[in-house]
């Protein structure tokens, strides 16, 4: 059994049709481990918790583990890998989506990741990595010269595409339709999540399929 769950972007607390998911589906809680999409930014040895945004969604929702554990470059390679090889839950954390791809290849986590029966997370930048393929584009404020078509893990046969402040105008301004010709996309508005249980995919919150150039809004 699989389990995947993309989060866009919640400015408060999660949502509690969310919460009644992770209730169900975060059965095993022993070990928490999240990888940073800023992984170069740092300035203490000691990792603040507190100050992971991912980690408050799911403390003020009543979802503690035994075990938390958060990689960036703080973490050498061989004890990264070898959380996310124990973990019951891996979080790909928001920020910024090509630093945490460019991270999760040099530190050869993509595999681990990929291999592990974990429940899978991963919040705007982390559910684009997640995803099958993602965009790199001006449009979605990413620091890029040309619009670039990236390869995410590929849990799921779909693109994603997330931002807090992304919404329907943005999306109809056609950067993601030279990707939906090739594969389907998932849109996000914020306050939004995909569920993808064992294949099956349920919607939560403003979510739009573009699909070879065309978009249509998800009922939910």
């Not at 799911?58 to 554990?69: R, T, V």
């Not at 090889?85 to 910024?96: H, T």
């Not at 460019?102 to 291999?115: G, M, Q, S």
């Not at 995909?194 to 249509?216: A, C, F, H, N």
């Amino acid at each position: 059994m699989s389990t995947h769950y993309y989060f866009s972007w919640f400015n408060d607390v999660l949502p509690e049709k969310l919460v009644e998911w992770l209730q169900e589906d975060l059965q095993d809680r022993q070990s928490l481990v999240m990888i940073s999409a800023k992984p170069s930014d740092y300035e203490d040895e000691q990792i603040n918790l507190e100050a992971i945004t991912e980690w408050t969604w799911l403390q003020q929702s009543n979802l503690m583990f035994d075990e938390y554990h958060f990689i960036d470059y703080r973490m050498q390679k061989e004890e990264a890998r070898q959380w996310i090889q124990n973990a019951s839950v891996i979080f790909l954390c928001g920020g910024d989506p090509v630093q945490q791809h460019d991270f999760v290849a040099e530190y050869e986590l993509t595999n681990v990741i990929k291999n592990s029966n974990a429940v899978i997370l991963g919040a705007s930048a982390g559910a684009l990595n997640m995803a099958a393929k993602w965009v790199t584009s001006r449009n979605a404020a990413h620091t890029v010269e040309i619009d670039t078509i990236q390869n995410g893990l590929g849990f799921d046969p779909f693109a994603y595409e997330s931002h807090s402040k992304r919404d329907y105008a943005s999306f109809v301004q056609g950067y993601l339709f030279p990707l939906s010709e090739e594969i389907d996309v998932y849109a996000a508005e914020q306050e939004s999540a995909i569920r993808v249980k064992d294949g099956t995919i349920e919607i939560m919150g403003p979510v739009y399929l573009i699909s070879r150039s065309k978009i249509q809004k998800i009922s939910v």
